[in-house]
């Protein structure tokens, strides 16, 4: 059952976070559906592993004939594998970057994107949905060299990709985090390796804190509510990461045997 974000007399935002089995080999994932005055779109569709039971999953809620959009974050296959079976069943049209825009592709059968890949310059912009708009945030480097968040003015929900992710399983994802200091250790790891380096964690926060969010929900874990929103952009602003901590003992050449 997905949990419900936000949702008014014209306006929803459904999160789905348990279509990945825990403890199976793959990661676990969240995909989003928004829903405004009967035009939908689904942020992050995920791989084939989620396919199936993603697609029963918004039937109940929306009808797939009126999906308008596939908002990817960026290129990756736990965001996007499936969209061959998507641009299948539905008519709606894939969001993305630009630099992945000739990418995508490969994801689909051939001539399937045609005419169905609406590519995103690297400033973003603000995209109709319904009688509401999604802007569309850069977040390049964090952490795909094109790399997009999205927010949802009406429910004030920031859909921050890999950003804020947490490794925890598809239960506790269901539950808005409050306490920063609790679900941390959950991110450290995955900032630093995932995260290209500081200079450009600064400069997000520069951005997102221009923003009124209630709710800063990663494609990875448990969504961020209240005073953790701060404190995770106050973390955020400091970490070292990536290129940060990289040395000469990054690059040697390997002499173990594999297998």
Known sequence: MPLELYRDAQHACLMFTDLVRDGGEAVQCN???????????IIDPGGNIAFNELFLGMTRHFPPNRLSYLMASHADPDIIASLDRWLTTTSAQLVISRIWARFAPHFAKSG??????LSVPDAGGRLRLGGSELWLLPAHFLHSEGNFQFYDPVSRILFSGDLGASMVGGTEAQ???TDFARIRPHMEA???RYMVSNKVMRLWVRMARQLDISLLVPQ???PLAGPAIGAFLDWAESLQCGIDLLGQDAYLVPSGVLG
Request: aromatic share 8%; glycine share 12%; hydrophobic share 40%.
């Open 190 to 192: 995955f900032h630093r």
């Open 112 to 117: 399937k994107t045609t005419e169905r890949v």
């Open 31 to 41: 995909q989003f559906l928004l829903i405004d005055q009967g035009v939908g779109a």
């Open 175 to 177: 539950t808005p985090v």
């Open 220 to 222: 990875h874990g448990a």
